[in-house]
């Protein structure tokens, strides 16, 4: 069975800090990764992509990295600002998504990020 | 930009009621997916929906759970008897038709909180 783990769990920095977050997994066989971006009781923004043959993917100051063998994600923050302040999660889909699988994600718990003025 | 919307954002109900929390997925998406996020806890997959019919479903999804796609653009959720522990954030979430589905990210709606009393 999937596990999805994030670390840290909380991160507090301050304004301007460039920060990583880390999300590992224990199946390495999936056919790709997803970051999220949550606010407080709010819906699940998709950040980024990665299919499982690619290795990063790049959106503005975020830039996610892949390595599929080793079973690990990490979502690169850069110049963090206060209004990156929310949760963070990563979230896994099965390669075995022979039509019955879509879009069937496993979820980290999430890094809860504060980013202070 | 297109996006899911989900109804109501939040209901209060009695223990033993029927609830049914309403969805309305990104027009040419295919696959539906129902995921609940219980406060502090991961997200969790439920259900997922294609060609009218449950594709595949979770532990969680017991008989007291249904869906239905019963207009062509709705897509429900439904709870027939209402327990303390199904209190939580339900999500709805839809996949797009990108060549194959398999390859492309999960989109989700705002969520609906759920309180059962």
């Known amino acids: 069975k999937q596990e999805v783990t994030q670390i840290p769990a909380a991160l507090s920095v301050p304004e301007g800090e460039n920060l990583v977050l880390n999300c590992s997994f224990t199946?390495?066989?999936?056919?790709?990764l997803q970051w999220f971006r949550q606010d407080p009781g709010k819906g699940l923004t998709s950040l980024l992509l990665?299919?499982?043959?690619?290795r990063e993917q790049t959106s503005g100051r975020l830039n996610a990295s892949l390595d599929k063998s080793s079973g690990r994600s990490t979502l690169y923050i850069a110049a963090s600002q206060p209004g990156d302040s929310a949760t963070y999660l990563c979230?896994?889909?099965?390669?075995?998504?022979?039509?019955?699988?879509?879009?069937?994600?496993?979820f980290g718990q999430g890094t809860i990020l504060t980013v202070h003025p | 930009e297109p996006e899911v919307t989900q109804t109501p954002s939040h209901q209060v109900t009695q223990m033993g009621q029927e609830v049914i929390l309403r969805c309305v997925p990104i027009?040419?998406?295919?696959?539906f997916y129902w995921y609940r996020q219980i406060l502090g806890q991961k997200v969790e997959f439920l259900v997922s929906?294609?060609?009218?019919?449950?594709?595949?479903k979770s532990e969680i999804f017991d008989d007291q759970f249904s869906v239905e796609r019963p207009d062509g653009s709705n897509f429900t959720l439904k709870i027939r008897s209402t327990k303390l522990e199904d209190s939580a954030m339900y999500f709805c979430?839809?996949?797009?038709?990108?060549?194959?589905?398999?390859?492309?990210?999960?989109?989700f709606g705002e969520g609906s909180r759920l309180t059962v009393l």
């Open positions: 990665i299919q499982s043959s690619q």
């Open positions: 979230a896994v889909k099965p390669t075995n998504a022979g039509g019955t699988s879509y879009g069937k994600l496993t």
């Open positions: 929906f294609y060609n009218n019919e449950i594709s595949e």
């Open positions: 199946d390495s066989a999936i056919y790709n």
């Open positions: 979430a839809s996949i797009p038709v990108e060549g194959s589905v398999i390859a492309g990210e999960l989109f």
């Open positions: 027009s040419n998406h295919l696959y």
